[in-house]
């Protein structure tokens, strides 16, 4: 498959709080409160965290943390010593800087309900969350937030509310080929129904020592170029396939259909997978055979649809040439 191109943004990672009510069995982000690295940062450290990545060009905040840790006894005091009731109204205020710095906010919070997405939509170019799957995988048993129809509905308060999304599946974790099958389907229906899905990662698995995964095995390339392949076939062509060069190497994969190579931090480690650096700029030029096009966290498709609020519309305008695409000076 030939593609004029491959696109990509730059952003920061800002991992809010590794505290989680779920404990996936493939998860080395998540932390106990009392341990030590246990963490929820603070609006100072956001700060640092955002003008790094406006000093080093950046166009999207990624804020990405563990799903509903005020269920986690403990965590509340900590929000509350910050002056907040729950992490949904501190997100909010932290958008708000990542705006006022020329940043643009990209949410992962977890499951939430439509009360919740309607607060977080007016300071979000785009939003997301990994299906992972369709299937009831044993990493998931014990995680409220893994039920796969619940993930669904929070997919669908975002179509509803014309949030361009993101969203994905996890390869590797237990599932069969069927399964894979029926999740991308169901990510069709999804985006049949509302058209708010910009982009699909098909993400490999990558075991972490200390995890009840620890001794799984990664899918390897031809596994992951068959995936991306039965992807391509079934997704509308206005999604994207996103892969992540930072965990397989994509040119293969783009010759299979894969469009997108992610978020790529100049700034920041990827905090849920720490083993896996970034490549930079120029290496990842060197990992692909086609130009690279530098996109906003909101596709070009939403840009000109004007799928964003009044409060980003100057920012998004600024950032964004004529096509939706990341402006060159």
Avoid at 86 to 98: A, H, P, Q, R, T
Avoid at 101 to 129: D, T, V, W
Avoid at 131 to 157: D, M, N, Q
Avoid at 158 to 165: D, H, K, R
Wanted: glycine share 8%; charged share 25%.
């Amino acid at each position: 498959m030939s593609l004029p191109f491959v696109t990509f943004s730059r952003n920061v990672f800002i991992p809010l709080t590794n505290i989680c009510r779920n404990r996936c069995g493939y998860c080395g982000f998540r932390r106990d409160m009392g341990h030590h690295e246990a963490k929820l940062l603070t609006p100072d450290e956001v700060r640092h965290i955002i003008t790094r990545g406006a000093r080093a060009g950046c166009s999207e905040a990624l804020f990405t943390f563990g799903e509903h840790p005020e269920e986690v006894p403990g965590f509340n005091k900590w929000l509350q010593e910050l002056g907040f009731d729950n992490i949904i109204d501190y997100l909010v205020e932290l958008c708000k800087l990542s705006i006022s710095f020329g940043l643009l906010p990209h949410s992962n919070p977890g499951i939430l309900e439509r009360s919740e997405f309607e607060k977080l939509k007016p300071y979000n170019a785009s939003m997301g969350l990994m299906l992972e799957t369709t299937a009831s995988v044993k990493g998931h048993e014990g995680c409220a937030g893994k039920i796969p129809g619940t993930r669904i509905r929070t997919i669908e308060y975002a179509g509803e509310l014309n949030i361009p999304f993101t969203t994905g599946i996890l390869i590797g974790i237990g599932e069969t080929w069927e399964d894979r099958v029926r999740s991308l389907h169901k990510i069709k229906e999804l985006h049949e129904k509302s058209g708010h899905i910009q982009e699909v990662i098909i993400q490999n698995f990558i075991p972490k020592p200390g995890t009840r995964m620890a001794l799984y095995t990664s899918p390897g390339i031809e596994e992951m170029k068959r995936i991306v392949t039965m992807a391509r076939h079934i997704l509308p062509a206005d999604i994207a396939i996103q892969v992540s060069p930072n965990l397989i190497s994509p040119r293969e994969l783009i010759e299979c259909g894969a469009s997108d190579l992610g978020g790529i931090s100049p700034e920041t480690i990827d905090y849920i997978n720490p083993e896996s650096p970034w490549p930079n700029l120029l290496e990842l030029r060197s990992m692909v055979d086609v130009p690279l096009r530098e996109r906003l966290p909101v596709y070009p498709e939403y840009v000109k649809r004007g799928w964003y609020s009044a409060e980003l519309k100057k920012l998004i305008s600024f950032l964004s040439d004529a096509e939706g695409f990341r402006k060159t000076y």
